[in-house]
């Protein structure tokens, strides 16, 4: 008899998704995290007061994802304030406006985009996975202001940025969620009762239906015979030697999930287990240059910053000076009891990943620095800030950069094609969404494999 029906690596939002759902089941479960966190890319850790994001700062769910999965394991996320427009730095006069005044000449040619996507199956959306999204958007308009709306939103939810990069399908994909389930182009809200709340709500499903989740637990590799899964093996906590060796805890179980990234997926999972073919998919999409990175600013001021709306995530496609892409908003206009009181909490981040220098540290300094001075010059006020924290985010990266022919049928996809048992639930492989909510649907896809069955109709929320 196996120790579980199923281990889960990885305790961030595809991990935990997974393993609640089969908790709930019925399923025997063991999550092992490598860390002492809950919420992988999405944790929140406290810093002099403030609640600061290792990855995560908003959920896109426009509730057929992580709330649909929260809701099937007993549990509610109730959504908190989400945005209802979007601030754009025009680079040209140096001034923010709102989206709307792009496409307010057009609206008529925005419906008529909107209901060809509504009208378009997913199915249709996968066939556009090698070509940008305004090829697709230019079928039915050619109105830049409608094209500008898609695609900087594309900007702040993907991190591409010139519009031949935006992947058509994957960020189509978003847009009929979200006009579909929100009658809006983009949907995304602070959850309540924070980050922390989230990840230890869909942990206490797990323990409270007999399963486990163990942290500070390093998986050494999986196990794996005669093409199947058998288990994995943990490395000795209490280890002297740093090069010990072949001393590891043996769990064992007949399926294992891995929630980790493409680009470290390799390091536990032994290659020559994998096809070639399958190996070289991963190892692809592993390069650096198709990391999604940005040098990220957390910023507090005594007074809020003038915008349309202080709950609005602002965005701009050429800063004044580095001359990227880039998004921020106030997280306490989201949750005041991310910050002390008094004070107000900005989040914001400079896409670096199309430089491709992302391991050149004395660049990166570079790119903070030329950053630091552009949201100065966007933002005057944020000069008087009572506090600040860089954190760059390359290592753990975003997550794959949504280019054409770097998403859908191009990724590897999520159940090993040769190994019975071996599920990959990580954004970085075959999968659709943004963010944390990408993540829960990968998890949610791997255990309805699993299961043997969907968890409730297809039609309710789209997933592989």
């Not at 670096?352 to 630091?372: G, P, S, T, Y």
Request: aromatic share 10%; charged share 25%; with cysteine.
């Amino acid at each position: 008899m196996t120790d579980y029906d199923a281990i889960v690596i990885g305790a961030g939002a595809a991990g935990l998704s997974a393993a609640a759902l089969l908790a709930t089941e019925g399923q025997r479960v063991l999550v092992v995290e490598r860390s002492n966190f809950l919420g992988g890319r999405g944790m929140a850790t406290n810093d002099a007061g403030y609640e600061l994001n290792l990855g995560a700062h908003l959920l896109e769910d426009p509730g057929s994802g992580i709330t649909r999965i929260f809701q099937h394991v007993g549990k509610e996320l109730r959504h908190g304030p989400h945005n209802t427009d979007m601030p754009v730095w025009n680079h040209v006069t140096g001034a923010w406006g709102s989206i709307r005044d792009r496409y307010s000449g057009g609206k008529d040619q925005l419906k008529k985009v909107i209901h060809a996507l509504l009208a378009t199956p997913y199915e249709e959306l996968d066939q556009w996975d090698d070509r940008p999204m305004r090829s697709w958007i230019s079928q039915y308009t050619d109105h830049e202001g409608v094209s500008d709306l898609f695609e900087f939103i594309s900007v702040m939810e993907c991190m591409t940025e010139d519009w031949w990069d935006h992947s058509a399908s994957d960020n189509l994909f978003n847009r009929k969620m979200h006009y579909s389930e929100r009658r809006m182009a983009a949907y995304s809200f602070w959850p309540e009762g924070g980050w922390d709340n989230l990840f230890t709500a869909l942990r206490d499903v797990v323990v409270d239906r007999g399963g486990e989740v163990q942290l500070g637990k390093r998986v050494s590799r999986v196990l794996i015979a005669d093409g199947e899964a058998k288990g994995i093996a943990l490395a000795r906590p209490d280890a002297v030697l740093p090069n010990e060796i072949f001393h590891d805890e043996i769990v064992t179980a007949p399926v294992v999930v891995s929630t980790l990234p493409v680009w470290h997926v390799l390091q536990i999972v032994p290659e020559q287990q994998l096809p070639d073919w399958y190996v070289g998919q991963i190892k692809y999409l592993a390069q650096d240059r198709w990391r999604i990175s940005w040098a990220g600013l957390y910023v507090a001021i005594e007074e809020p910053v003038a915008v349309i709306d202080r709950r609005e995530i602002a965005t701009w496609l050429h800063s004044p000076i580095g001359r990227t892409s880039g998004f921020m908003f106030e997280m306490t206009a989201m949750d005041p009891s991310v910050a002390p009181e008094g004070r107000h909490l900005y989040v914001m981040g400079s896409m670096l990943h199309r430089f491709n220098r992302a391991r050149d540290i004395d660049f990166v300094k570079q790119k903070f620095d030329e950053f630091e001075k552009d949201i100065e010059i966007m933002w005057p006020a944020l000069r008087s800030h009572v506090f600040k924290r860089r954190h760059y985010t390359f290592d753990p990266s975003f997550g794959v950069i949504q280019k054409p022919g770097l998403v859908g049928r191009f990724r590897p996809h999520w159940k090993a094609p040769n190994v019975s048992g071996l599920y990959f639930a990580s954004e970085t492989f075959k999968s659709r969404g943004i963010g944390v909510d990408r993540g829960a649907r990968a998890g949610l896809t791997c255990a309805e494999d699993i299961l043997g069955r969907r968890l409730w109709p297809l039609d309710e929320g789209w997933r592989y």
